[in-house]
């Protein structure tokens, strides 16, 4: 996809964060947005926003983790944009601690909004970008804690692991189609990530946006993104400081054949 002119660009939790940082990059760029997102009334208000910046923005209220929702958005973003060319599998929320202490609703609640809401995306969206014929591209976000192993966020990893492979088989499978394929996999970024998830779970908490040293903001986050989609690039690695983590987790998978070798493990 070489332009956002004209196109129609559909985000998962749109209402705050990176998806509504993207949504207004995408904007700027020329694209018709519909924002998805299940809290209704964060969603009025981000749409207002689009609007009164020129937008032309729609809201549609789903939960991803819900199938019959996320099929109801796609009807309705095909029904309100004409044509559907991007869709930013986002959504996404975060429980932290050991995973000898994840109870089984902390891996249902993780894993069914941060790998099933983009397993249901795909689900809902894939075949009917490739019936329109018109190409477009799949953009999720995954996270750092996708590549590497993160300590203390051992659910979070499980799923955003998965959302890297489903992005990096989607890659070679669908090109043919005209279709790209991105994957965000930041660290830190300044969202309210951890408030909305502690409000998703019945905690009452105040907003809080994530704050400190090597936390990117988050406009120049979507900015990446969006200029990722443009260059087709698979991976969309914000955070510089993640690299040598990345490297060493293949050094380490790769060192094990040699290990195994000198053990005498010829096959
Ligand atoms: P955010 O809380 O500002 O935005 C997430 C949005 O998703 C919210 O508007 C929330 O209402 C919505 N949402 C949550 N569950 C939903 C559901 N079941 N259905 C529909 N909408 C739902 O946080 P953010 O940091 O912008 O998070 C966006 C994505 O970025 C997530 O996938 C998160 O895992 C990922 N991420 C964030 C960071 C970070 O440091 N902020 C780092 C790595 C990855």
């Given at each position: 996809?070489?332009?956002?002119?004209?196109?129609?660009?559909?985000?998962?939790g749109g209402a705050s964060g990176i998806g509504f940082a993207t949504a207004r990059q995408?904007?700027?760029?020329?694209?018709?947005?519909?924002?998805?997102?299940?809290?209704?009334?964060?969603?009025?208000?981000?749409?207002?926003?689009?609007?009164?910046?020129?937008?032309?923005?729609?809201?549609?209220?789903?939960?991803?983790?819900?199938?019959?929702?996320?099929?109801?958005?796609?009807?309705?973003?095909?029904?309100?944009?004409?044509?559907?060319?991007?869709?930013?599998?986002?959504?996404?929320?975060?429980?932290?601690?050991?995973?000898?202490?994840?109870?089984?609703?902390?891996?249902?609640?993780?894993?069914?909004?941060?790998?099933?809401?983009?397993i249901h995306g795909v689900e809902a969206f894939l075949p009917r970008l490739i019936e329109q014929g018109q190409g477009g591209h799949l953009?999720?976000?995954?996270?750092?804690?996708?590549?590497?192993?993160?300590?203390?966020?051992?659910?979070?990893?499980?799923?955003?692991?998965?959302?890297?492979?489903?992005?990096?088989?989607?890659?070679?499978?669908?090109?043919?189609?005209?279709?790209?394929?991105?994957?965000?996999?930041?660290?830190?970024?300044?969202?309210?990530?951890?408030?909305?998830?502690?409000?998703?779970?019945?905690?009452?908490?105040?907003?809080?946006?994530?704050?400190?040293?090597?936390?990117?903001?988050?406009?120049?986050?979507?900015?990446?993104?969006?200029?990722?989609?443009?260059?087709?690039?698979?991976?969309?690695?914000?955070?510089?400081?993640?690299?040598?983590?990345?490297?060493?987790?293949?050094?380490?998978?790769?060192?094990?054949?040699?290990?195994?070798?000198?053990?005498?493990?010829?096959?």
């Amino acid at each position: 996809m070489d332009t956002f002119e004209g196109r129609g660009a559909v985000i998962t939790g749109g209402a705050s964060g990176i998806g509504f940082a993207t949504a207004r990059q995408f904007a700027a760029r020329g694209a018709r947005i519909v924002l998805a997102d299940y809290d209704a009334a964060a969603l009025d208000r981000a749409v207002a926003q689009l609007r009164s910046e020129g937008c032309d923005a729609h809201g549609v209220a789903c939960d991803v983790r819900e199938p019959e929702q996320v099929t109801h958005l796609a009807d309705e973003a095909f029904r309100l944009l004409g044509a559907v060319h991007v869709v930013f599998n986002n959504a996404g929320v975060a429980v932290d601690g050991p995973i000898a202490q994840m109870t089984h609703d902390d891996w249902h609640f993780v894993l069914d909004v941060d790998l099933w809401g983009p397993i249901h995306g795909v689900e809902a969206f894939l075949p009917r970008l490739i019936e329109q014929g018109q190409g477009g591209h799949l953009l999720f976000t995954a996270s750092f804690a996708g590549l590497v192993p993160n300590v203390g966020l051992g659910a979070y990893c499980v799923a955003k692991y998965g959302v890297v492979a489903l992005a990096e088989v989607l890659s070679r499978e669908v090109g043919n189609d005209g279709i790209g394929v991105s994957v965000l996999c930041p660290m830190m970024v300044g969202t309210n990530l951890l408030a909305t998830s502690a409000r998703a779970r019945g905690h009452s908490v105040e907003d809080q946006l994530i704050a400190g040293d090597g936390v990117l903001d988050v406009d120049e986050v979507a900015r990446l993104t969006a200029e990722a989609v443009l260059a087709d690039r698979l991976y969309v690695l914000s955070h510089g400081a993640s690299r040598t983590s990345i490297r060493r987790r293949f050094e380490r998978i790769d060192a094990t054949f040699d290990a195994q070798l000198a053990a005498g493990w010829n096959h």
